[in-house]
């Protein structure tokens, strides 16, 4: 008798798969045919994209769902609230040499792709015009060029959209180049692809990881336990094994993860896997997500609940990035 062989199933194709449909999300998820117009509308604005091993983690049929909210379009995006803007950040002010953002002294953020496995719908790079920052190699070489021309850089951050997104073989490359550059010392990855397709930690990235001589960093996007399963976890420990530090940032959203006891149980299961947390930003004013915001005075109301329950290095450092400023500006807890 021959049972069927299941192969595993790669990164790449759980990558082409994503659920890109409303009606597909709705079939999928059990959810009411009544949210399906919205959907489409939001949608037209920024595409909905969801991986499949997100999807699972999903309860069905429950609008409500922390992990749903991110990604489902909702008719709120569509509102005009003032303040609410495209390009929140001005990061297209911050653009010296295509594909490259240098706002912060020491360090340099590359947008290796626009493309991500996953489109969070509070997104702040949801109007980034990705287009015009296309990596190609006449790009790389003038990325290269300034990174070596100026001593003061010694830390690279690979950003995106999500960097993961790339093949290994060229993150292999890209490696190799900067390797080169003797006053660099720490290469950092951003990406969310160990949590939203942890397949794509795959034996052939980590061992690239561990070999180069650059000091490694991962920060890993995550804002509720409910998105840290096992198979998380071995993406996180094979990244640990590679000598990888691996760091979490969250952003505080309504709905989500804002309260407390969520924050908690975050960093509580951030750190079982082997993971610290690093920022929890407040929400950035981006156009079509002004129903996430949290305010300010709640937001350090909740930081101050998690400094009564948690060690200190469980306590994310509550941050928000202001336009012209050289570092995040961190908002502080008042203490009494
Ligand atoms: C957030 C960010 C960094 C990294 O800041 P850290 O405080 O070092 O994490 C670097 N460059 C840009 C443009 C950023 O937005
Ligand atoms: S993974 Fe990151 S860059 Fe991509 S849509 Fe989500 S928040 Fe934005």
Not at 45 to 71: A, C, H, S, Y
Not at 170 to 189: G, M, N, V
Not at 241 to 249: I, K
Request: aromatic share 6%.
């Amino acid at each position: 008798m021959h049972s069927p062989i299941q192969l595993p199933e790669t990164w790449q194709t759980l990558l082409s798969q994503t659920i890109e449909s409303p009606e597909a999300l709705i079939r999928y998820l059990q959810l009411p045919e009544t949210i399906l117009q919205d959907a489409h509308r939001a949608s037209a604005e920024f595409t909905m994209r969801i991986p499949r091993p997100w999807l699972d983690r999903i309860e069905k049929g429950n609008l409500d769902d922390p992990l749903l909210r991110q990604v489902l379009p909702l008719g709120e995006e569509l509102n005009e609230v003032a303040g609410f803007t495209q390009d929140p950040l001005e990061e297209l002010h911050s653009n010296p040499v295509d594909g490259l953002i240098h706002k912060y002294k020491g360090r340099v953020l590359i947008i290796l792709t626009g493309a991500c496995a996953i489109n969070c719908r509070y997104c702040f790079r949801r109007h980034f015009p990705y287009a015009e920052n296309r990596l190609g190699p006449a790009q790389w070489q003038n990325i290269i060029d300034y990174i070596s021309a100026d001593k003061s850089i010694t830390e690279v951050i690979f950003s995106g959209g999500d960097p993961l997104v790339s093949s290994d073989a060229r993150i292999k490359q890209l490696i190799a180049d900067l390797e080169q550059i003797p006053h660099l010392t720490r290469l950092r990855i951003h990406s969310r692809l160990p949590v939203v397709l942890p397949q794509r930690v795959t034996a052939s990235l980590t061992s690239i990881l561990q070999q180069t001589r650059l000091n490694v960093v991962t920060v890993i996007h995550s804002n509720h336990p409910q998105e840290l399963d096992d198979q998380v976890a071995t993406a996180i420990h094979h990244l640990r094994q590679a000598n990888v530090t691996v760091l979490n940032q969250a952003v505080l959203l309504r709905g989500v993860n804002d309260s407390s006891d969520i924050l908690a149980a975050l960093s509580e299961k951030l750190f079982n896997i082997g993971v610290l947390p690093y920022y929890l930003f407040t929400f950035d004013p981006v156009k079509g997500a002004a129903h996430f915001d949290v305010p300010d005075t709640e937001a350090k109301q909740l930081m101050r609940q998690l400094q009564d329950r948690l060690p200190g290095y469980l306590v994310p450092r509550l941050a928000r990035e202001i336009p012209g400023r050289g570092a995040k500006t961190l908002l502080f807890i008042d203490q009494d």
